[in-house]
């Protein structure tokens, strides 16, 4: 038989290896014809009497990403055409048998009376995942790149192919559980610590391997089918299952408030499928995943966290006309906290870096860093020490700007100084070869005046990263006034490059994502200003899907360097300036009682060495004696702290500094974790209606003040009763010459 996606070789011992290699495609995904040829493939090996069992690998670099998340997309859009038209429980049953399907051939591949073994090659996640776990063994190559996962939580969906079954008949219960809820991605030897692999081998020897499990006698009757059969999770009624469940529901509420129904329904799942027989908890466990792929928060998180991520890390807003740059050598002022950072994520990417400092010394302490991250890495055996020693050998440390000769590209990262930024950019551009671009990576400086420091404007950008910048998948660049093409494609090429995602946004204070940060952190501390028990902020923060409550931010931040921009503000605005209980309480804080915030371990919270912080007990004396904690509604604090930091970002895109939709999503997500459940700031407020959201800024603008007035932008729209992906959407984005106002 010939498959459109496969290959089935079958050798001498009847063992049949089917080899996953999509023709066109990098990676192997799930798409409707792939199932196709899966249900093919099942049904033909069933038949074939001399086949005895299987081995299921890939001829990709990885063994596959998962769904094609645009397939449930798919189905979901003929799910709302069929239900308009009338027919809601046709829609309902298409929608749920469509959403089984991979489900259902996976059970019929587990049942078929022949063993299949899974030769994991390399990265496998979500339904690839499940399709392991769904045959009788599996097998991984040792290579460090290998990573096995079920990401689905994380787009606002779960495992739905029977993940949450058959991991929890094979894991303990813990561990397990930890493994559905966060997403994460386990190596090789990590899978096989927790039951999920069985054995894991040089690349060389995978099918070997997994054909002689078959020949060795592996039982193609899974453990779960078996009459008696305990979950090593334990039975639900059970006194170690009573010990269990309490505490992972309570730990369940404090990890995500309840505001993702995908890790809801892993919950269910998991607790009313383990009490069922396999195919039951099966048809379980597809109604949750039918219910869940229709709730407003998956399709927010798929459109920002799949499909515009995708969009902009493929280079979305990058210049078409612009050819494409082969980045060999970028260079790093500064080789401090940022500087390091960005010189670790260059050459990880593969590209050479020279580090420059004030002298040697600092240079190379920032390489250090490099060295301290890498050594961890191969410490705990996710990298190897070749890769290491080929890591530190692209750092190159120098005091001579004279090494800058051949840099495509160069970064800033010197002391948020103007004097000092402008002697480094003078310096650096003295030696730069034509074409190179210099960026510098200011969080609060416009890029535009930087620029007047340069000879070349043209080729001068802001590339701010974010901290630490080995984690956080941002990169924000910034276009000056005069800021060309060359060196957006230049910018968007190298983010690429180092993997990491990029919005592009026009040049104004504060870019972006810091100006709506400090509005959180600035709402947080009006609420305390307001008679909010400091615990309660907090709190709501977490509540409302923050990582962090606005105190604990304003800690990290410091804040010293929020007393300064309030005096600025305040300085600025002169007799217009109306003080109020956020200037009170920072002055206190910072110029009367000297806490800078976690910098110098006294802010909001106390710090203590070796200990866990906690909030500072005479807080009150800053503050007054807070109001009774239920005098306040916990729904409108929670409301309060996005609606603010939603409608800033409305303001930023009425002014042109931010001009695409998508960017304000993802940034505001992956930038400052705004409630990822919600899809990011503006879907926060398409969700909800324009209308309503404009009724909510009205409401509050009257009980707490201006600062919640609605900009002009929001009111248009919702008088046309329009939305921002409707009116700015794909396609309606503005061209990038749509320079700031
Ligand atoms: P830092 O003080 O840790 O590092 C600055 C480095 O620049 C030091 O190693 C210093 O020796 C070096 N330096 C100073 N003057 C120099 C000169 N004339 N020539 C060569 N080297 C010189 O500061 P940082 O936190 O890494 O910040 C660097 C830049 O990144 C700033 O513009 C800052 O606003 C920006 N930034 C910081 C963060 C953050 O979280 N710290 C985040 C985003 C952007």
């Known amino acids: 038989m010939a498959y459109k996606n496969f290959t089935l070789e079958t050798d001498a011992d009847g063992i049949a290896l089917v080899t996953w290699d999509m023709p066109d495609r990098s990676m192997n995904v799930f798409t409707i014809d792939v199932m196709d040829d899966l249900e093919q493939i099942i049904a033909d090996v069933t038949a074939d009497e001399a086949i005895k069992g299987v081995v299921v690998t890939s001829g990709k670099e990885g063994f596959s990403g998962g769904a094609d998340l645009t397939m449930l997309d798919g189905l979901l859009r003929s799910y709302h055409a069929e239900r308009k038209s009338g027919d809601v429980e046709a829609?309902?049953?298409?929608?749920?048998?469509?959403s089984r399907r991979l489900s259902l051939l996976y059970r019929r591949l587990e049942t078929c009376g022949k063993p299949w073994?899974?030769?994991?090659?390399?990265t496998c996640m979500g339904g690839a995942t499940e399709l392991a776990l769904a045959c009788h063994a599996r097998v991984a190559s040792d290579s460090d790149k290998l990573k096995i996962g079920l990401p689905e939580v994380k787009v606002g969906l779960f495992p739905g192919a029977g993940g949450t079954q058959r991991v929890?008949?094979?894991?303990?219960?813990?561990?397990?559980?930890?493994?559905?809820?966060?997403?994460?991605?386990?190596?090789?030897?990590?899978?096989?610590?927790?039951?999920?692999?069985?054995?894991?081998?040089p690349g060389d020897a995978l099918v070997a391997t997994a054909k002689s499990l078959i020949t060795a006698g592996l039982d193609p009757v899974q453990p779960w089918d078996k009459k008696g059969f305990k979950p090593p999770a334990g039975r639900i009624y059970s006194p170690q299952g009573f010990q269990f469940w309490p505490a992972a529901n309570a730990i369940y509420r404090r990890e995500t408030f309840d505001n993702y129904p995908g890790a809801r329904a892993i919950m269910q799942s998991v607790y009313e499928g383990l009490q069922l027989p396999m195919d039951l908890a099966l048809q379980v466990e597809s109604r949750y995943f039918a219910h869940v792929l229709q709730s407003p928060e998956a399709a927010a998180m798929i459109r920002s966290l799949f499909v515009s991520m995708q969009e902009l890390n493929k280079g979305a807003r990058r210049p078409e006309a612009e050819p494409a740059n082969t980045i060999a050598k970028v260079g790093i002022l500064g080789a401090g906290f940022m500087g390091a950072g960005v010189a670790f994520v260059t050459a990880k990417a593969g590209i050479d870096v020279v580090l420059l400092d004030r002298d040697m010394a600092a240079a190379e302490k920032g390489k250090a860093h490099s060295d301290e991250l890498i050594s961890k890495q191969v410490k705990r055996g996710r990298a190897t020490p070749e890769a290491r020693e080929a890591l530190l050998a692209r750092i190159q440390p120098t005091d001579d700007y004279a090494d800058l000769k051949d840099c495509d590209l160069v970064i800033e990262a010197v002391f948020e100084d103007r004097e000092v930024k402008k002697g480094v950019t003078e310096a650096a551009e003295a030696q730069m070869k034509s074409g190179a671009i210099f960026a510098s990576n200011t969080s609060t400086l416009p890029i535009t005046s930087l620029a007047q420091a340069s000879?070349?404007?043209?080729?001068?950008?802001?590339i701010h990263f974010f901290s630490p910048v080995d984690k956080m998948m941002l990169v924000e660049v910034i276009l000056g006034k005069k800021t060309g093409d060359s060196a957006l494609a230049m910018a968007l090429d190298y983010i690429r490059a180092i993997k990491k995602t990029p919005i592009v946004v026009n040049d104004a204070r504060g870019f972006y994502t810091s100006r709506v940060v400090m509005t959180y952190i600035r709402e947080g501390l009006l609420m305390l200003g307001d008679g909010v028990p400091a615990a309660m902020v907090e709190n709501v923060g977490r509540m409302a899907g923050m990582p962090v409550g606005p105190l604990t931010l304003a800690d990290e931040v410091a804040l010293d360097l929020a007393w300064k921009i309030v005096s600025a503000t305040r300085k600025d605005m002169g007799d217009k300036y109306v003080a109020g209980p956020l200037d009170h309480i920072l002055e206190e804080m910072v110029v009367k009682r000297e806490r800078f915030g976690r910098k110098n371990a006294k802010g909001f919270f106390d710090y203590p060495e070796g200990?866990?912080?906690?909030?500072w007990p005479a807080l009150t004396d800053v503050t007054g004696a807070p109001k009774a904690a239920d005098s306040f509604d916990v729904e409108e604090l929670k409301q309060r702290l996005l609606v603010m930091q939603a409608l800033e970002t409305a303001r930023i895109f009425e002014e042109k500094v931010l001009t695409d939709v998508r960017e304000a999503d993802v940034g505001s997500i992956l930038g400052f974790g705004f409630a990822p459940f919600t899809g990011g700031?503006?879907?926060?407020?398409?969700?909800?209606?324009?209308?309503?959201?404009?009724?909510?800024?009205?409401?509050?603008?009257?009980?707490?003040?201006?600062?919640?007035?609605?900009?002009?932008?929001?009111?248009?729209?919702?008088?046309?009763?329009?939305?921002?992906?409707?009116?700015?959407?794909?396609?309606?984005?503005?061209?990038?010459?749509?320079?700031a106002a």
């Open 91 to 98: 829609a309902a049953k298409a929608l749920f048998d469509g």
């Open 117 to 122: 073994v899974a030769a994991i090659n390399g």
């Open 168 to 201: 929890m008949r094979m894991c303990e219960a813990q561990a397990g559980l930890q493994f559905l809820l966060q997403g994460r991605q386990l190596g090789g030897k990590q899978a096989k610590g927790m039951k999920l692999i069985d054995d894991v081998v």
């Open 455 to 462: 000879k070349r404007p043209k080729d001068f950008i802001g």
């Open 611 to 615: 200990g866990k912080k906690h909030l």
């Open 681 to 739: 700031t503006l879907s926060y407020i398409d969700g909800m209606g324009t209308q309503t959201f404009l009724d909510l800024c009205k409401a509050f603008t009257k009980k707490y003040g201006p600062r919640f007035k609605p900009n002009k932008l929001l009111r248009e729209m919702a008088q046309n009763g329009e939305t921002f992906y409707g009116r700015f959407g794909k396609g309606a984005g503005q061209a990038r010459s749509d320079k």
